[in-house]
């Protein structure tokens, strides 16, 4: 299980919504810390939700961990951009769907579509990302290297 948000269940990827390319899945419990008194999920922990998903597919989709990422190469993948769209509530106990869509991939810089479904399977948010690769002592944009590229493109979804 991870810290924080996130319960780590990935599940198969699956094909995307074109019938190309990959999605990337997990499962997420809706903790106590997630909510406001209301008892719904407070939405800046969507954001958090989001990058742990990012992280997740990082480490079981990509096989290049966050800890390989940052620590080790000295590089980051920030978000540099983001919509969200809030369609539901999600409240207090619930276990939401996680699934990252990719929509193309860059010199540097990648696409996302993440939705959060309910238990129903609806979407509850919609987001829209954009992930850049860095170095982190010069803050420049990397280039995705060819090794990593070729795990990636698989989940490039087809428009």
């Avoid at 997630?34 to 990012?54: H, K, Q, T, W």
């Avoid at 939401?96 to 696409?111: H, K, P, Q, V």
Wanted: aromatic fraction near 8%.
């Amino acid at each position: 299980m991870n810290k924080g948000t996130e319960q780590s269940l990935p599940k198969s990827s699956k094909e995307g919504p074109s019938g190309v390319g990959h999605s990337f899945q997990t499962e997420v419990l809706v903790r106590f810390a997630d909510c406001d008194p209301a008892g719904i999920v407070f939405y800046p922990r969507f954001l958090e939700m989001f990058n742990n998903l990012v992280e997740d597919w990082c480490r079981d989709g990509l096989k290049w961990s966050f800890d390989e990422i940052v620590i080790q190469r000295g590089w980051g993948l920030p978000t540099v951009h983001l919509e969200v769209d809030f369609i539901v509530p999600s409240r207090l106990g619930e276990v939401l769907t996680a699934t990252l869509y990719l929509r193309s991939i860059g010199t540097s810089s990648m696409n996302a579509d993440i939705v959060l479904a309910g238990p129903d399977g609806a979407p509850r948010v919609r987001g829209k990302v954009v992930l850049v690769l860095m170095d982190r002592r010069t803050t420049k944009a990397l280039a995705i290297p060819d090794e990593q590229r070729r795990v990636i493109e698989p989940y490039v979804i087809a428009s």
